[in-house]
């Protein structure tokens, strides 16, 4: 393997003006005026070390960072401090200020194993140094004063924001663009990963390898090292700058191939979007929901946030099933709210059962936009969370290296697959169906494009504002694609690509199906409350459970009777039960003449509920009421009044 370019030597004449410039304004402003230290840094580095007792800031001018370079060790204390003065005024006296700078460009540790200017335009933009635009300069000089705290491949943001800082203390007179357009193209940067480059294309494993190396204390060189790496499966997808996936065994672990960066594809954190609806679906499955549980789709309003599906219309109400494979967002918002007793407690709910039962390691917002995948995380740990869904619950521990062996060939280690986790909240039933929404998804929903005959796909396709995402399984594999970007559909990007990486399993026989479960509470399920109560409530079934399955299914006035029929029927027999059926009825089925606002988020027909009203004029200025409330908050269902008011004689109630 031809490994990237660590070194690349440049002469001083073809370094643009700009780098020398900015590289002096961070480094050495009285570079061409002192010789070789400079009393001012020094007095000043000298108050700040005294200040805290220690060597915190050197002082060193450019010819003292070249002889620390190129003579000494970073090791921080007074002797060597002395060594790197003497060694900059010999250096100031051998050579010209041109020779020290030209050194320096090419001696400057930059990260990643990288020395010098040369190489790193490189590596992080894939140019020569002649060819970096300012955006670019400013990074690479950033990066001096913390080769790894500004590490582009591990921390890009840091790196950004270090430029933004140096950009913001060049002087105005300096810049030919204003530094808004400057800081925006900062922002827009996108470093260039060696994985790019047909000749590096394992890369990227090889720093996976070390990572782990470190993790099961390997140290020192001269070992053999077997991987999972399916190199089969690497080889036949590819995939451009933009994009990361990875693929698991949702059995074992094994790490069978990823592409793109090593950072991006374990480190990185975006948000994931619709992703994240199967796991909090899962949960609404315990609560009692089912596929065919009708959800509202009526506009919404929270604070300031109104949120929207993604094609800007209302189909009034649709099944869960319905909510899922076409994802849509009103509907999830509404399953999401009532997760728990209240909207606050359903998103501590959600976040609980990601963070601690699951343990996808991410960024949470503390609000209901965590229903639409406002959650960070990396496309590494997305897949891994996935393993729960084909595995019943189980999540195992992923890992690269399986064997390592000494120079001698014996085996110094073996790694064995280990279960990380066991989701013990969720029963195999609710597994079992969220199973069968996620092959829905492939057959007839936003990932139908990806399905493959005689391959058992499930997956789900998740938009963020910059990212779209598919995260797929078989019975044996998992895996996530993300493709980076504003404004791009998960259909018409990530989903092709997933669809290439399952066509890969099938042409290496790899794939088998997920086990279904079935079990006499599934054929049991269709009893229902209202058709007997008591033998319900004798079978052992959650009432409360049931209502809230079956909430909107029916009218308002419907609801309401079918409640007081079966009340009536268990209030001697079972008055506890009653007294909790009455309880909510009270919470849940609010009239709308006394509370429009939550009647609406509710998620009632109003129009069922006005052509089953009976009027008298009290009723009919109340409506007049109401719809002016209405009329700029909720303005569809105002629209539904004012129908419902035109279409009556208002003179035969006045």
């Known amino acids: 393997m031809i490994f990237p370019t660590k070194y690349e030597y440049v002469k001083l004449e073809d370094v643009p003006v700009e780098l020398i410039y900015i590289l002096l304004w961070s480094e050495d402003r009285d570079f061409f005026e002192h010789n070789g230290i400079s009393l001012k840094a020094l007095t000043r580095a000298a108050l700040i070390n005294i200040k805290n007792f220690s060597i915190v800031q050197g002082g060193s001018t450019l010819t003292q960072q070249l002889a620390k370079t190129v003579y000494l060790t970073n090791e921080r204390n007074i002797k060597r401090k002395v060594m790197d003065i003497m060694l900059a005024f010999f250096l100031e006296r051998a050579y010209t200020k041109e020779e020290i700078l030209e050194g320096y460009i090419n001696s400057v540790y930059l990260g990643n194993d990288i020395s010098g200017f040369g190489a790193a335009s490189k590596r992080y ?63 827009n940067l996108i470093f260039y990963s060696p994985s790019s480059s047909s000749q590096d294309k394992y890369l990227n494993l090889i720093y996976r390898i070390k990572s782990e190396e470190k993790q099961i204390g390997l140290a020192g060189g001269g070992y053999t090292i077997k991987t999972t790496y399916n190199k089969n499966l690497f080889d036949s997808v590819s995939l451009d700058a933009s994009s990361s996936a990875i693929v698991l065994n949702n059995k074992t672990g094994e790490i069978l191939s990823f592409w793109g960066g ?119 740990d997305l897949a891994k969370a996935y ?78 504002e910059e990212s779209a995402w598919f995260v797929g399984y078989t019975g044996k594999e998992v895996f996530s694609v993300i493709v980076k970007g504003k404004n791009i559909l998960s259909s018409t990007t990530a989903v092709p690509i997933a669809k290439n990486i399952a066509m890969s399993f099938l042409y290496l026989g790899e794939s088998k199906g997920v086990p279904v479960f079935s079990s006499l509470q599934d054929l049991n399920a269709a009893i229902s ?126």
């Open 387 to 464: 393993t729960i869904f084909p595995n019943y619950g189980i999540i195992p521990s992923t890992y690269v290296i399986s064997e390592v062996y000494d120079r001698k060939g014996n085996l110094i280690y073996k790694r064995y697959p280990k279960i990380e986790r066991k989701v013990n909240s969720i029963k195999n039933e609710s597994y079992s169906k969220m199973n069968s929404l996620l092959r829905s998804v492939v057959l007839e929903g936003t990932a139908k494009s990806a399905n493959i005959k005689d391959i058992e796909l499930h997956g789900k396709t998740g938009t963020s």
């Open 529 to 654: 409350f209202f058709d007997d109560p008591l033998e319900f409530i004798a079978s052992g079934k959650d009432v409360l459970t049931f209502l809230n399955s079956i909430k909107l299914n029916y009218s308002y006035f419907e609801l309401k009777e079918k409640i007081k029929d079966s009340v009536s029927s268990i209030e001697f027999i079972y008055p506890d039960v009653a007294k909790l059926v009455l309880q909510w009825e009270e919470e849940n089925l609010v009239d709308f003449l006394e509370d429009p606002y939550a009647f609406i988020q509710n998620g009632y027909d109003l129009k069922s509920y006005l052509d089953n009203l009976t009027l008298n004029q009290n009723i009919l200025q109340k409506l007049q009421e109401i719809y002016y409330q209405l009329k700029y908050i909720y303005p569809d269902q105002a629209k539904i009044v004012e129908d419902f008011l035109s279409s009556k004689n208002l003179a035969d109630f006045f």
């Open 262 to 380: 090593e950072f991006d594809t374990f480190y990185s954190k975006r948000q994931i979007g619709s992703a994240i609806k199967p796991f909090y679906y899962l949960l609404a499955f315990e609560k009692g929901y089912q596929d065919y549980t009708v959800l509202p789709d009526q506009p919404m309003k929270f604070g300031d946030w109104q949120p929207k599906n993604f094609d800007n219309t209302f189909r009034g109400s649709v099944t869960l099933k319905e909510a899922l494979i076409n994802s849509i967002n009103i509907p999830s918002i509404y399953l999401a709210m009532h997760i728990d007793i209240s909207p606050q407690k359903s998103i501590e709910t959600i976040t609980n059962f990601l963070l601690q039962d699951i343990g996808l390691i991410g960024n949470y917002p503390n609000d209901l936009t965590i229903s639409l995948g406002t959650v960070e995380t990396s496309p590494h």
């Open 125 to 187: 933009f894939g140019k020569d140094v002649e060819n970096l635009n300012i955006e670019e300069m400013l990074v690479l000089v950033g990066i001096i004063n913390g080769p790894e705290i500004y590490n582009p491949y591990k921390y890009p943001e840091r790196a950004k924001e270090q430029a933004h800082i140096l950009l913001n203390s060049l002087p105005d007179n300096f810049l030919m663009n204003s530094k808004e357009s400057i800081a925006q193209e900062i922002d």
